[in-house]
Each structure stands twice: as C-alpha cells, then as structure tokens.
C-alpha cells in the first residue's frame, strides 16, 4: 500500500507530539514497545511524525517496518514481533521461538526461529534463522503469529544442535502442560522426512506411551553388555500399598532399579514413584532411578553406576555408591 494512503487511512495525520506519543506507547504496549509503522499511520502518524520523533530520540526505527518507543533495547517479546514482521510476508514464530511465546520456560535459545511460505521474499533479519517446511503450519492462538506447539515441538527437536538438546526440547512442552502426548504423536506422523528419525521416533515413544516404552525391555541387554546378569523383569513385591511390580531388579543382592518413562514426571507420578522407591528401601533393597531419556542418550554412564552398586552389594560392603 502506498506510504500516502496509509498515513490517510484514519484523518488527518497526528500533528501535536504529546498526542501521538501517549497514542503510540499503548499501541507499543501490546508488544513489548515496538510497533509497526502500518499501525501507526492507521493512527494517524505519518512518516512525518515518525522521522521527527526518532530524529528527538525519543523513538527508534529498528527495522523497515517496526519502531520502538523509548527504548532501542528490545526485549524477548518485541524481538518476536520484530522478527515476524520484518521476515517477509506470512512469518511466523516456530520451534523454539512459538514455544517460549506459548509459555515454555528453562530454555533459552541462540535465535528467533521463524518458518515462511516458500513463495515468500526473506529478508535478512539480525538473530532470526529463517525455514521454510515443506508444509507451512497455520497460524494457531490470539497474539504474535506462531504455530501449534505440537508442530513446533517436533521443530524444535529437529533444528536442536544435538541429540541431547533434541530429547530435553521433546519433554519440556509436555512436561509444562503445552500441549499433549498425542497432539505430539499426530505432529511427528505427518513429518517425511528427519535427519533424526532414528532418535526421535525412540523418545518420542518414551515421553508419549511410558507404559509401552522399549526402555525396560532394552534394559536387559545393557545389563549384558555391562557384565551383569540377567536381572529379572517386572518383580512382584508386597509393601505398605499392596502389591507392586518393579521395572528389574537382582534380587541375589537386593538391588532395583526403576526406569522411568517420560510420563513419570507428569502429574502425581513423582509422588507414587517416591513412595514405592522408600518402601523398597525400607525394606532394606537398594533403588536406582534411570529416566528413559537418560537411557536413549548416555546408556554407558548410567550402566556404569549399575554395575558399580551391583559389584558393591555383592561384595558385601553396604556402599552401593555410584561411580562416575
């Protein structure tokens, strides 16, 4: 649109700057300070009254489309805005970037991340990494563009810069209530193609089916690899609750160990796994917790402190302390 229709579109242009800059910080306000210049000439501020505020200092034009007011320090939620706008047509925030908006916390990430439609002209915007999916997510919420954070989980875990970082970005959304173990299900089926397919088909079935999870069915053959025995699967024990099953055990030295699937961190599961780990060690057996992810990810070192209690109970000197 022509810059003189836009500065039309509402009257006559904003001419007292006390009027238009009380106007453009509540308009400022709904994103952390920044505001696009379509806005505001919707407004009545034209790029007259936009030049003679920055030229004052008292705005900052930080990019083609979006000026901040008072300050050119923009915080999280104007560096989304900035980036969606300033991207080109049809951004949105993804991976990460539509998780943090979304409300994800103990992540912070090195970029924005923003996907596009192919068809659209990118511009170059500092610390925002551009993709462009092979199928274009639709717009999901009110507020900022980004996309569902079922689809920007499964982003997320393919653009991490590791295997690790991919596992942790898998559990946090679900952990933090985002969104749901089959919405996650429903987002990886439909993706084609995956540099980590391998890896994540694995811990996206820990974190969704902990009860169907391979991580106590793998478990027995670390436990060979470790130079262990056998242990034994799913053993019955009568405590203070009635009966329980445990994930393995050797009973030969009293010790358990638990693996826990990505749904034991959910709702009450920590306290009914707290509960059943003190009765066992009540009952004088000794209780190593191993998350499934753990699993996946450092098998060796988790193995490593196993076969360390294992070879100290046997030994018969109580410590049952784990090595490095």
């Known amino acids: 649109m022509p810059q003189q229709s836009l500065e039309m ?35 009545g501020i034209d790029r007259f009254g936009v030049r003679n505020e920055v030229a004052a200092g008292r705005w900052f034009t930080v990019g083609r489309h979006t000026v901040a007011v008072d300050s ?35 992540f912070e990430p090195p970029v924005i ?3 596009m439609p192919k068809s659209s ?38 653009w991490a810069v590791s295997d690790r970082q991919a596992a942790l970005l898998i559990c946090l959304p679900l952990q933090q209530r985002l969104t749901t173990p089959p919405r ?19 811990v996206i079935a820990d974190v969704t089916d902990g009860a169907h999870s391979l991580g106590e069915l793998d478990f027995a053959r670390l ?6 025995p056998t242990p034994t699967r799913q ?14 055990s050797w009973d030969e030295v009293g010790l358990v160990v638990e693996v826990d699937g990505g749904h034991h961190a959910l709702a009450l599961n920590p306290i009914d796994d707290a509960l059943r780990q003190n009765d066992r060690v009540a009952a004088g057996e000794r209780v190593l917790r191993i998350p499934v992810i753990g699993l996946r990810l450092t098998p060796e070192r988790f193995m490593r402190q196993v076969r360390h209690t294992y070879d100290a109970l046997r030994a018969g000197d109580g410590s049952g302390s784990c090595g490095p």
């Open 184 to 202: 996650v299900q429903l987002a990886w089926r439909s993706v084609l193609r995956s540099p980590r397919r391998t890896l994540l088909d694995s």
């Open 72 to 106: 050119p320090e923009l915080g999280v939620v104007a560096q989304w805005w900035r980036a969606v706008w300033e991207s080109g047509s049809g951004a949105r925030l993804d991976g990460t970037s539509a998780l943090l908006a979304a409300g994800l916390t103990g």
């Open 9 to 43: 579109v509402v009257g006559a242009p904003l001419r007292y700057g006390a009027a238009r800059r009380a106007i453009a910080r509540e308009l400022a306000a709904e994103h952390g300070g920044v505001v696009h210049r379509l806005t505001l000439a919707q407004h």
């Open 223 to 228: 436990a060979r690899k470790a130079g262990l």
């Open 121 to 158: 002209r990118v511009h170059a915007v500092p610390g925002v990494r551009t993709h462009f999916p092979h199928r274009l997510a639709p717009v999901v919420g009110a507020g900022i563009r980004r996309v569902a954070a079922e689809v920007a989980t499964i982003h997320a875990a393919q």
């Open 113 to 115: 991340d923003v996907s």
């Open 235 to 248: 053993a019955l024990r009568d405590g203070p609750g009635g009966r329980v099953y445990l994930d393995v």
